[in-house]
């Protein structure tokens, strides 16, 4: 079945560490968001992308950057981690005109930061 | 932006009650407003969803209802069972990119436990 994938599953790095958080996806969807999750705040929307030359900020990008390398692939960056970017992320997709509107979600990256 | 505002954060009914959640929304010009359920564990998967041009929508046990006017949204649930026990997040979509949906904008999600 066509999924959303991410990589890695679990992280627990150090402060100051420079963490990669991979998307990839085979749905052929044009659209990808990065999403934080945090218990009592939801999810908020870091970063997302209509297309591959298409980056644009959400809500809360501050302390990340995302790279777009091709219509599958969508990667967060945490240039220099710290202990509150502690959260599980969720890489999401959607199709592009031809959508209902519906984000279909990868399973999730936790990720610790000590 | 938008800002969705969702309550309860914690719901406990028993099994066979109704539940409702309730959800407000800031921008006049959000048009899409789906609920998510969030298994202990897994993903958030899309339930139920409504537009702007529509009041109310069904899906056997699930309902949701839309007020415009006073910009807010609500699901509800009936004759619960323990599998629905989960974290349900409420969202508002506004146009972006030449379509009618772009970004979703959540809600601070409502735990809801369906005691046996």
């Known amino acids: 079945d066509a999924d959303v994938t991410q990589t890695p599953r679990n992280r627990i790095t150090k402060t100051g560490k420079r963490i990669m958080l991979e998307c990839s996806q085979t749905k052929g969807h044009d659209r990808m968001y990065w999403y934080r999750q945090d218990p009592g705040l939801g999810l908020r929307l870091i970063y997302y992308s209509f297309d591959v030359k298409d980056i644009n900020k959400g809500e809360i990008s501050d302390g990340y950057s995302v790279s777009r390398q091709a219509q599958a692939k969508f990667s967060l960056s945490l240039e220099s981690a710290i202990p509150n970017q502690t959260a599980l992320y969720f890489c999401?997709?959607?199709?592009?005109?031809?959508?209902?509107?519906?984000?279909?979600f990868g399973e999730g990256s936790r990720l610790t930061v000590l | 932006g938008e800002n969705v505002e969702q309550h309860p954060s914690t719901l406990s009914v028993q099994e066979g009650d109704s539940a409702v959640i309730k959800c407000t929304y800031s921008?006049?010009?959000?048009?899409?407003f789906p609920w998510y359920k969030q298994e202990l564990g897994k993903r958030p998967q899309l339930i139920i969803d409504?537009?702007?041009?529509?009041g109310e929508k069904k899906d056997q046990r699930i309902a949701v209802t839309l007020n415009k006017t006073a910009k807010h949204f609500s699901l509800h649930i009936t004759e619960t069972q323990p599998e629905d026990s989960a974290v349900y997040f409420c969202?508002?979509?506004?146009?972006?990119?030449?379509?009618?949906?772009?970004?979703?904008?959540f809600g601070q999600g409502t735990i809801l436990t369906v005691h046996p």
């Open positions: 969202a508002a979509s506004t146009p972006l990119g030449g379509t009618s949906y772009g970004k979703l904008t």
């Open positions: 409504i537009r702007s041009n529509v």
């Open positions: 921008d006049s010009a959000s048009n899409y």
């Open positions: 999401a997709t959607a199709p592009g005109t031809s959508g209902r509107g519906e984000l279909f």
